[in-house]
């Protein structure tokens, strides 16, 4: 299992559990949401895929969650961050 739950603080004191989305979804590819065709963006089903089940039970129960994008995403758009950056010096 590749970027497994966990639970910790969130920035308003309170508790959740943190999924992390998969850097191989095709419909994400990392970042954690989807855009839908209406304009919405929808948290990617991916990061329930590494979670187990007792963690998407808590979640189906009401326990609050938050979807982290995949660290290798991020470095990704900081690096295409900085090569912007470096294009319009």
């Known amino acids: 299992m590749t970027n497994p ?3 910790r603080l969130t920035p308003n004191g309170g508790e959740a559990w943190v999924l992390t989305a998969s850097a ?5 590819r990392g970042s954690g949401e989807v855009h839908e065709s209406h ?6 089903g991916c ?3 590494n979670a187990s089940p007792e963690v998407v039970d ?3 129960a009401g326990a609050a969650y ?6 290798a995403w991020v ?5 295409m ?4 950056r470096s294009s319009d010096a």
């Open 24 to 28: 191989s979804c095709p419909c994400c």
């Open 58 to 60: 808590a979640i189906d």
């Open 81 to 84: 961050m900085r090569e912007l």
């Open 5 to 7: 739950p966990t639970f």
């Open 66 to 71: 938050i979807i982290e994008p995949d660290p």
């Open 75 to 79: 470095a990704f758009v900081d690096q």
């Open 47 to 49: 990061a329930f895929e």
């Open 39 to 44: 304009g919405e963006d929808l948290p990617c």
